[in-house]
């Protein structure tokens, strides 16, 4: 009897060690997590070792409630710290309450997603080639599926704006200016133009200033009394004196200024107000038991549909106002913003009534935001999702192989730009599919079935390979890439490098004969080397000018017109005085016929670049 009870005490204990165990190792976590920094201390760590200004955040917890906090400095030459309700400048992250108010006044009835655009703005230059099947919508301006161009360097750069300049003067640009690039609805296009037209929109079914109303019947009753669409700024008419400093890379400090497309991007807020914005986008829609935004409206906040990505089966893209996020295998909705000095991140996690806000007033190309993401969803302990299995990919992947450049380009007027060095090679190994981008570390994808792939940094499908009209596509539901030509490509690039070795022989033969003194006017490159050296002359004045007026008609951006403009001329000029002088005695044995290959395939890369609409650089058009 005793001999027998032995294995069924060895069994509980091991039964009770495998309890335990774990249970013992979690509680050492929990106290060594408790033990270590506290989540100020690593943010101000981060801070400086990122270069930062300052910080704050907002979590809201599964219980309902909101914990905010801050680090660093609001005004670093007057050594401010910064307060959990200071106020910050988050950008396009404004774009998701705008959302909101849009989809209020469809709550309303007085919208629907599909109304078509021009039915609410008959007067726009809209050049839509699909217009008789596919009219722009409200939901593909809310999705960033309208095909528009995103922005230009005149709406994003320049002073002439003023706090009450008319909406309607962001589109004050040509009969291109609102031209659509892809089918409404089929692909994803991140647009400022959009959500700016969005602001129309508000102001023609309201009748008033998109701010007035959007502060009154959408933030005030979310209870964000210290939100504003307004303008406001560190100093002159429009100060707040809660509003932090914004700071670039080396703590140069920019206050904030007006801007044409201000419904993208102009929203002033604080961490405790942006914690109830998050709550609210996690409920039903409704306030104080009314239903403040329908239901069906709610669901498909950061439900990316209709794209062909989304048909295709990929979960990832944009819905009404926020887009699926798959990092750090957590899966949630989010939407980042940068303004004049800010960056900012909003993410709520529904499933687990989770969600955090961060801003920073700062601004550094070169700074780790991500580290501080990873830092609230370690303090939020959001459970970890395991990444997708493999599965069977279609036998036909192998037909994907290729160059793929961005179709649209994120701007249409650096297309050529992003065609030349934006492109990515697709590669099958029979086992994975390599993204090798042009500029940029290579990208392993596995494939989890089908045509889908997941990139090892996440934990979903992340990448699909489609077929539309003919063409091959690839997408990851926030980008989209078309298969080029090998041809085409190769075309663009040997343009790219015979212009690029013909202007390099006219500055560095030039020169040298210069030095020689043997450099006359009469010289077939004398021309084209002036006009190459005149591109030197703008860079001063744009040194000493605001990088805010980079699409204003300023003296560096029309001397940088007039020097891009004769560079053509002159390089055109030079080749006419070798076709004159051809076959001359003087010029028998000399470096006549190198000159005229020089000019000849600097001249070619000149006129491709001003088929593209390069050249002459107009910054005020662009």
């Not at 926030?478 to 075309?491: D, F, P």
């Not at 040997?494 to 070795?501: I, K, N």
Request: glycine content about 10%.
């Amino acid at each position: 009897m005793k001999r027998n009870q032995y294995p069924t005490l060895a069994a509980r204990a091991s039964s009770w060690l495998r309890r335990a165990v774990p249970a013992l190792l979690l509680c050492c976590a929990t106290a060594a997590h408790a033990a270590g920094p506290t989540l100020e201390a690593e943010f101000g760590a981060g801070l400086k070792e990122e270069g930062l200004a300052g910080a704050v955040w907002s979590e809201v917890l599964p219980d309902g409630t909101v914990k905010v906090g801050a680090s660093g400095l609001r005004d670093a030459a007057k050594q401010v710290p910064m307060q959990a309700d200071t106020r910050m400048q988050v950008g396009s992250v404004g774009k998701v309450a705008l959302a909101l108010g849009v989809l209020r006044l469809i709550s309303e009835d007085k919208l629907t997603l599909d109304t078509p655009l021009q039915q609410v703005l008959p007067e726009l230059a809209l050049r839509n080639p699909w217009l008789a099947s596919d009219p722009v919508r409200i939901r593909h301006l809310l999705a960033h599926t309208s095909g528009l161009d995103n922005v230009r360097f005149w709406q994003a750069f320049s002073l002439q704006p003023a706090p009450d300049t008319p909406l309607a003067e962001a589109f004050d640009g040509g009969g291109n200016l609102l031209r659509v690039r892809t089918r409404p609805g089929s692909r994803y296009a991140y647009s400022n133009m959009g959500y700016g037209l969005l602001g129309m929109v508000i102001e023609r079914v309201t009748g008033q200033p998109y701010e007035r109303y959007l502060d009154a019947q959408l933030l005030q009753p979310l209870g964000m009394a210290d939100s504003t669409f307004a303008f406001v700024s560190q100093a002159g008419p429009h100060a707040d004196p809660r509003l932090a400093m914004g700071y670039f890379e080396h703590g140069v400090a920019q206050p904030a200024v007006p801007q044409y497309l201000r419904p993208a991007a102009q929203f002033t807020t604080t961490a405790a107000d942006m914690g109830k914005l998050a709550q609210f986008l996690m409920g039903d829609g409704k306030l104080q038991g009314t239903q403040f935004i329908d239901l069906a409206l709610m669901g498909a906040l950061s439900e990316p549909a209709g794209t062909d990505a989304a048909q295709a089966g990929l979960a990832t893209g944009h819905g009404l106002a926020l887009a699926v996020r798959d990092r750090h295998n957590v899966v949630g909705a989010c939407h980042p913003g940068t303004a004049v000095g800010f960056r900012a991140m909003l993410c709520i996690y529904p499933e687990q009534d989770s969600a955090f806000f961060v801003a920073f007033n700062t601004d550094a190309e070169r700074a780790d935001y991500e580290r501080f993401n990873r830092l609230l969803l370690r303090d939020l302990e959001l459970p970890l999702r395991a990444p997708a299995p493999q599965g069977t990919p279609a036998p036909t992947v192998e037909n994907w192989q290729g160059v793929y450049v961005p179709s649209p380009s994120a701007m249409a007027s650096m297309a050529w730009v992003d065609a030349v060095f934006g492109f990515t090679r697709v590669k099958w190994d029979g086992e994975s599919l390599f993204l090798i981008p042009f500029q940029g570390e290579p990208k392993e994808l596995e494939p989890v079935g089908g045509l889908l792939f997941r990139a090892s940094d996440r934990s979903t499908a992340s990448h699909v390979l489609m077929q539309e009209d003919g063409k091959h596509v690839l997408s990851d539901g926030l980008r989209s890439y078309e298969r080029a030509s090998m041809l085409r490509m190769l075309v663009l690039w040997g343009s790219l490098a015979l212009g690029a070795a013909g202007l390099l022989y006219v500055l560095v033969v030039g020169i040298w004969r210069a030095a020689l003194r043997r450099l006359g006017r009469g010289d077939h490159l004398f021309a084209p080397l002036l006009s190459l050296l005149a591109l030197l002359l703008p860079l001063p004045f744009f040194y000493f000018q605001s990088y805010l007026r980079l699409g204003d008609v300023t003296v560096a951006s029309v001397l940088l017109t007039v020097a891009t403009g004769a560079l053509p001329l002159a390089t055109a000029f030079g080749l006419a005085r070798c076709w004159r002088s051809r076959g001359t005695a003087a010029e028998a044995g000399s470096w006549a016929k190198w000159d005229w290959v020089a000019l000849l395939a600097a001249l070619q890369l000149l006129l491709v670049l001003a088929w593209w609409g390069l050249l002459p650089l107009r910054l005020w058009q662009m």
